[in-house]
Nanobody, 124 residues
Framework: QVQLVESGGGLVLAGGSLRVACAASGRTFSMYAVGWFRRAPGKEREFVVTISRSGDHTDYADSVKGRFTISRDNAKNTVFLQMNNLKPEDTAVYYC?????????????????WGQGTQVTVSS
């Protein structure tokens, strides 16, 4: 019922900033919590952050707390991830995903719909 498309990835120097976006199709985007996950080469996909349906609740992984900020604009069917003070270890493919759970969660199994991912590369 939901299709997601990420955009905004690219190459940035360490310490720089990047904003990625997740655009959703359908008429029920506000009925889904949205999470960001990432997969670095040779590593398992890991949780980054999630935002609740209304945006009143967020949950950040410790590795990005204080550097990344998630927000959503339900009227535009879009979720944004602002990434500041990027580090080489942030290099990964970033995926957005939608969950029917009001507050989302950290487990991948809670997310039913996934985007194709966007590459973020941070060079030192």
């Amino acid at each position: 019922q939901v299709q997601l498309v990420e955009s905004g990835g690219g190459l940035v120097l360490a310490g720089g900033s990047l904003r990625v976006a997740c655009a959703a199709s359908g008429r029920t985007f506000s009925m889904y919590a949205v999470g960001w996950f990432r997969r670095a080469p040779g590593k398992e996909r890991e949780f980054v952050v999630t935002i609740s349906r209304s945006g009143d609740h967020t949950d950040y992984a410790d590795s990005v707390k204080g550097r990344f900020t998630i927000s959503r604009d339900n009227a535009k069917n879009t979720v944004f991830l602002q990434m500041n003070n990027l580090k080489p270890e942030d290099t990964a493919v970033y995926y957005c995903a939608a969950s029917p759970i009001v507050t989302g969660g950290r487990a991948e199994r809670l997310y039913y719909y996934w985007g194709q991912g966007t590459q973020v590369t941070v060079s030192s």
